[in-house]
């Protein structure tokens, strides 16, 4: 039940009093909940100037007052209100929050953390190695992801801990799956996928313990895993290929070249890329294409020219081949999508490789538009934000301008000519 009379918590919550009250709240907030200090209103209209003074006292005639909140706190326990100034607020209001203490407890709890890490550290078989306190000093650096409570904070660092002991610690044993080791830390064996706060820590901790660089890929962090005898998953992310024909009589490239001879299209594994010799003759153009389809269409149409395909979005896999390729000196023609998505993929591709643009000009956009519109062929509108193309200035606003989004499946014919011509 409410400790006011109903008559004075009218009173009260008149709208002569609701700018004291705010101003009173938000002080009492933040200084520990004790009425001290004052506050100061200004702009005060009549309404206000009126129940002020009969709250205070004392008469009012000014546009500003200064209100020491112990002499409006005794004010209110001598009043009809018979409650401090306290009490009051949180009978009008919501229960005060002692914003200082929770900043301190905010901080106590944010302590805990690093202390429950170094305290791990020290006990651990790692404590007489160097790269644990660089370790430790990083992290503390750096901080807690934004989202993780203090409590899941402590958890996830003792899992690191306990992973960098399994990897590095004096019984270190055989290699294991990353999989594997997931499962033994964490109970998931995804624990120690890519992008998880338990992987970056531990990997920055390998990074620390074998004095290399952080890597900034997914390449680089495979071959992180594989310096502590952990195998990532090389098996399950593949590139489209067509008609590789690498040099080498390592079985990877024998059969590579007999998929070629059969007109068959090759998932390659990064695990395949790992111990293939891709050596192809200096100068050998290799096509690239955004969607599968194309691939199909090519290996059905028996097409000599070889084709890589980015899937759409082109995982790591599909620039370790293509750094591969570059590598021996191989040259590449790119074609994608007619869409921003599509533009955007290109001009990554075409950036990195100097790859020539395929298909992709203005003048190519606007004839496989218009004879899609000839064909009665349903237009797909073109949604997004624009993106101008690094090869030829003029295709964004040419597609802009008509407004239609084209997919490589719209200009299969001309690429399946195109890759059935002799070098």
Known sequence: MSGLPAATRDWLTGPGLTRLWQGARKRLESNGVQATGSLRLTAMNAQERNDLSL???????????????????????????????????????????????????????????????????????????????QWYDLLRRTGVPKGVTPEAAIWTLHQAVQVLITLIGPERGSTLGRGELAAMATGSAHGLDDGTWLARLVQRGVALAHGTEFPDDAAGRRALWRLVSVTPDEV?????????????????ERALRERADHHAEVHVT?????????????????????????????????CVQPLVCTSGSAATV????????????????????????GITLANRVIRRYEALPWRMGTADYEHLAARSQDEGIPQLALDG????????????PAMTALGVALHEEATLDVLVADLSRQA
């Open 55 to 133: 709250l205070l006292g004392k008469p009012l005639t000014g546009a500003a007052v200064t209100i020491r909140l112990d002499v409006l706190d005794a004010r209110l326990r001598a009043s009809a209100a018979g409650l401090g100034l306290r009490q009051t607020l949180e009978e009008l209001g919501p229960p005060l929050t002692d914003r200082r203490a929770a900043r301190a407890d905010v901080a106590a709890r944010r302590e805990q953390v690093w202390s429950s890490l170094a305290s791990s550290l020290d006990t651990s078989p790692l404590a007489d190695q160097e790269w644990p306190r």
């Open 236 to 252: 399950s992310s593949t590139v489209l290929t067509y008609g590789l024909r690498p040099d080498g009589e390592g079985w990877r």
């Open 270 to 302: 990064p695990r395949d890329l790992h111990d293939l010799r891709l050596q192809l003759p200096a100068g050998t153009l290799i096509h690239i294409c955004e969607n599968p389809r194309v691939v199909e269409a090519a290996a059905d149409a028996a």
């Open 318 to 341: 599909v620039f370790t081949l293509l750094d591969a390729l570059a590598a021996t000196g191989c040259r590449f023609a790119y074609h994608g999508d007619f869409d921003w998505p």
């Open 385 to 396: 934000q624009p993106v101008s193309a690094d090869w030829d200035p003029d295709l964004a």
